[in-house]
């Protein structure tokens, strides 16, 4: 018999899964307290950017394997497996996560669950949470303990999540009986017949592994800015330097790359509340490092504004920005945290006409911040620019060709926050070319 799940939450996460998951051959509800999202998802439309995602939506709307609900008894009357999968943004006015989110859907679905079930949370959560989230359902549920929980950490990069899911590099379960673990090796079991790992362990374990993994890649990622900082100051090349250090096997060159620094929805937010987390458990040294990691991220936005006020001539009154690029990377329209939006917001605040362009996350852009100017294109972004700023490394700017630009700017002055440009190009092209990090 072929399993039924349900997919709780359908944002970024949900919708990703519940489109996987029908892929795989399962059949799958996903539920939503969202009217207007459970509409747009069962008309086959994503309500985001995220590359393939909505022809594999549509697809198995289509075949009737993908339906959506925002009925708490509908969906646990249907299925089998539940994946939660709603978001744990940060607490206002703390580092701590919020997850009002998570406990509001163990709520609504557990007094539902009459048979045995499995419930799977794939949010990431500070550790502990699980365990109370186990007895939170038990005692809800008609039918007590056999309303099992495991814990299954998602790893989806924003761009690939599609690939991620269908094709993970490895799957994390933390699981307290053969049978939750057994469940999950059924869902799971064309990536394990094609090698990928399968690890079993606690929930604390399993609550682990996400952060320990975002708070490893943002130390990697602020290492390198760090070292862009004394590059700067020596006239040495960051580019090159990691290069050189990414040869060596035990540390790589993937995330070497100096720039603007990260942002989004979950590296941010994620190292903080791990850092709150080891200060509840009495351990907030052992995470200390982490409040650095951040402090040279979130420096790397005022270094931008700095050195593009110092290219202006040392002010921005009177001065138009051309800003290319608004969401916090490239293939998404995804601008919480955007250190392109935070910088082009700072320039505007400093007196520039700033005018910003992003192939998908305009939209976006603007119900953020309002206030900005805003382009159709790359080439109406930079009409009478003094200065542009390539802030989001979208695969349009790297190919661009300077000259597409020569005749609309003021100045041909660029600053490459994301260093993915070529500089030999722009500045054969006769443009005042600066990196960071780099002479």
């Known amino acids: 018999m072929t399993l039924h799940l349900t997919v709780l939450g359908t944002g970024y996460l949900g919708a990703t899964h519940a489109a996987c998951m029908a892929e795989l051959g399962f059949e799958v509800l996903g539920m939503d307290v969202d009217q207007a999202k459970v509409e747009a998802l069962t008309e086959g439309r994503v309500p985001f950017y995220e590359p393939d995602l909505e022809p594999l939506l549509r697809k198995h709307v289509e075949t009737g394997r993908l339906r959506f609900t925002t009925s708490y008894a509908e969906a646990a009357a249907f299925g089998d497996v539940h994946f939660l999968c709603v978001g744990t943004p940060q607490r206002k006015g703390e580092y701590a996560a919020d997850l009002r989110y998570v406990e509001s859907v163990a709520d609504g679905l557990a007094p539902h669950l009459d048979k045995p079930t499995l419930v799977v949370g794939k949010s990431t959560v500070p550790v502990g949470t699980a365990v109370r989230l186990q007895q939170r359902i038990a005692a809800l549920a008609r039918v007590g303990e056999e309303a099992e929980l495991a814990w299954n950490p998602e790893f989806l990069r924003e761009g690939f ?147 593009s006020r110092e290219m202006c001539g040392g002010s921005f009154l009177g001065t138009r920005v051309g800003v290319l690029g608004a969401a916090f990377k490239p293939n998404s329209d995804d601008v919480r945290d955007s250190p392109a939006l935070n910088v082009a917001g700072q320039i505007q605040l400093q007196g520039a006409q700033v005018a910003v362009y992003d192939p998908r996350a305009v939209a976006n852009a603007q119900a953020l ?39 609309v700017v003021a100045e041909k002055r660029i600053i490459d926050a994301r260093n993915a440009l070529d500089p030999l190009r722009w500045r054969a092209a006769g443009w005042l070319y600066r990196g960071l990090g780099r002479p």
């Open 161 to 307: 999540a599609v690939a991620d899911t269908l094709r993970p590099d490895r799957l994390v379960v933390g699981a307290t009986s053969e049978r939750a673990e057994a469940l999950l090796r059924e869902v799971y079991a064309g990536a394990i017949s094609a090698d990928t790992p399968f690890i079993v362990t606690d929930y604390a374990t399993a609550e682990l592994v996400k952060v320990s993994a975002n708070a490893f890649l943002a130390t990697k990622i602020s290492f390198i800015n760090a070292m862009a900082e004394l590059c700067e100051a020596t006239g040495a090349d960051v580019t090159v330097l990691a290069d050189a250090i990414g040869h060596d096997a035990r540390i790589g060159r993937r995330f070497l790359n100096a720039g603007l620094g990260f942002g989004g929805g979950c590296l941010p937010k994620d190292i903080r509340a791990f850092m709150a987390r080891a200060g509840e458990l009495g351990v907030d040294q052992a995470l200390s490092f982490l409040r650095e990691v951040d402090a040279i991220n979130m420096r790397r936005r005022s270094h931008v504004v700095d050195r």
């Open 369 to 407: 911040f309002p206030t900005l100017g805003y382009a159709d294109s790359a080439v109406e972004a930079c009409e009478g620019a003094d200065l542009v700023l390539h802030l989001t490394e979208w695969q349009e700017f790297v190919e661009m060709d300077p000259s597409v630009l020569d005749a």
